[in-house]
């Protein structure tokens, strides 16, 4: 198929597999000999420029925010009022919270690890 300037691409034109991006919270304790991570909070629902203001994501070294990015003590307390409204209350004292981006083109998959998270 030849594309003509004027003309935009069909949606069948390509054959590109959806792709579903979320974003949580690994919660692990702050212990340095327990490394294991306890629970998942989903913060899909905030917006990813406010996640990357939040966590200090430079977008130039980590354009795909393929990295972890834990929630600093001083980032917490600048944006304390708007975490606790959007993802509840947090304890750095005794957890840490790392934020991962996670990339499947299964739904049932973002369903799946949700659900875990809820520890349904």
């Not at 212990?31 to 991570?37: G, K, P, R, T, V």
């Not at 629970?39 to 972890?68: C, M, Q, R, W």
Request: proline fraction near 3%; charged fraction near 30%; charge should be neutral.
């Amino acid at each position: 198929m030849e594309l003509q300037p004027h003309f935009l691409p069909r949606p069948w034109d390509f054959n590109m597999k959806k792709k579903y991006y979320f974003f949580y919270l690994e919660i692990a304790l702050k212990a340095e000999h327990d490394s294991n991570i306890y629970a998942y909070e989903n913060v899909s629902h905030i917006a990813t420029s406010k996640l990357i203001e939040i966590f200090k994501i430079n977008l130039d070294e980590d354009p795909y925010i393929l990295d972890g990015y834990f929630l600093t003590k001083t980032s917490y307390r600048k944006h304390k009022s708007y975490l606790k409204e959007n993802v509840g209350v947090l304890n750095l004292e005794v957890f840490e919270y790392c934020l991962r981006q996670y990339v499947t083109d299964d739904a049932k998959r973002v369903r799946r690890l949700y659900k875990e998270s809820l520890m349904e």
